[in-house]
């Protein structure tokens, strides 16, 4: 059984920095490209970061590019997403995602974790 | 960016009526198209891909249709456990996006 596990959220200041974790298990982890996706408080989905299944084939949304950087390490199984720059707007729960380098969908998700940018 | 809009954005059906939900997407998608169903306080799971394929465990109540810009949800007879958020995804150009979600709530 695939399971996604997030870590690392918490309260951050505007302008700090968090980052993100999310461990694999259940699935051969090199398999499959990764994504994170966040949802507001109240709100719809919102893609983030996706990454291929060797750290190639990155891509950023426009409201986190230069603020965010997604990797992985596959001999850890785990993925991140290092914050930056934080801000009122970025609060949400951040789901990891796993899918199919490709045009495919996402397959699974982990539970979220939660990030709230406060002063 | 293609723009995915979802309707309506709250359905109110009764248990064991049938729920129509609608995805238009800004410019063609092809039939990269998914849908995902959210309960509340969990993750978003994976219904129907390729506008009319249904996932691994998905039961045969939902069924997808459509290609291009125009998509359809049906769930055939709506069970207790089918009440939640429904969102489209398109998957064929960056940026990855989705609809607002169709809240299919209880009548």
């Known amino acids: 059984e695939v399971q996604l596990l997030e870590s690392g959220g918490g309260l951050v200041q505007p302008g700090g920095s968090l980052r993100l974790s999310c461990a694999g298990s259940g699935f051969t982890f090199s398999n499959y490209a990764m994504a994170w996706v966040r949802q507001a408080p109240g709100k719809g989905l919102e893609w983030v970061s996706s990454?291929?299944?060797?750290?190639?084939?990155?891509s950023y949304a426009d409201s986190v590019k230069g603020r965010f950087t997604i990797s992985r390490d596959n001999s850890k199984n785990t993925l991140y997403l290092q914050m930056t720059s934080l801000r009122a707007e970025d609060t949400a729960a951040y789901f990891c995602?796993?899918?199919?380098?490709?045009?495919?969908?996402?397959?699974?998700w982990g539970q979220g974790a939660q990030v709230t940018v406060s002063s | 960016e293609i723009v995915m809009t979802q309707s309506p954005a709250t359905l109110s059906v009764s248990p064991g009526e049938r729920a129509t939900l609608s995805c238009r997407a800004s410019?063609?998608?092809?039939?990269?198209l998914a849908w995902y169903q959210q309960k509340p306080g969990q993750a978003p799971r994976l219904l129907i891909y390729?506008?009319?394929t249904r996932a691994t465990g998905i039961p045969g109540r939902f069924s997808g249709s459509g290609s291009g810009t125009e998509f359809t949800l049906t769930i055939s007879s709506l069970q207790s456990e089918d009440f939640a958020v429904y969102y489209c995804?398109?998957?064929?150009?960056?940026?990855?996006?989705f609809g607002g979600g169709t809240k299919v709530e209880i009548k």
């Open positions: 390729g506008a009319s």
């Open positions: 995804q398109q998957y064929n150009n960056w940026p990855l996006t």
């Open positions: 995602a796993i899918k199919i380098l490709g045009s495919y969908p996402f397959e699974s």
């Open positions: 410019q063609s998608v092809s039939s990269n």
């Open positions: 990454i291929g299944n060797f750290g190639g084939s990155i």
